[in-house]
């Protein structure tokens, strides 16, 4: 099952790459849900990357917006919400708010 996951990360990150170019990791954010199962389990999301594995670790490295959990156990929109919309909003400071162009001459 890993495997399986392990390669369609791979074709997505191609298919991303085929689709926006090179600098779509600058652009782009991990977003994991559900944290609050993290929490029940006595890790902390910084633990969490640390123990998991290269690929995933240095995807969220990668990604310009680093990586952000959400908790699914409290009210979305009003807790989580605004820190995610925060991140969003100064990972496209950070991109002086350009955004990427899709490539339309190529097919996947």
């Known amino acids: 099952m890993t495997i399986k996951g392990f390669l369609l990360l791979i074709r997505l990150i191609f298919a ?13 954010m991990l ?11 006595g890790l902390q999301p910084s ?5 998991s594995s290269d690929w ?3 995807l969220a490295e990668e ?8 908790d699914n156990s409290c009210d979305w929109p009003s807790i989580r919400g605004h820190p995610l919309r925060d ?3 100064r990972l496209s400071a950070r ?11 190529q097919s996947l």
């Open 47 to 51: 633990v969490y990357l640390a123990q």
């Open 87 to 89: 991140q969003l909003l």
């Open 31 to 41: 977003v994991f849900t559900h944290a609050d199962h993290l929490e029940k389990a």
């Open 16 to 28: 991303f790459q085929s689709l926006f170019g090179p600098d779509w990791q600058r652009h782009s």
């Open 63 to 70: 990604a310009g917006g680093g990586a952000s959990f959400l």
């Open 56 to 58: 995933l670790s240095s």
């Open 95 to 105: 991109n002086h708010h350009k955004a990427l162009r899709v490539r339309t001459d």
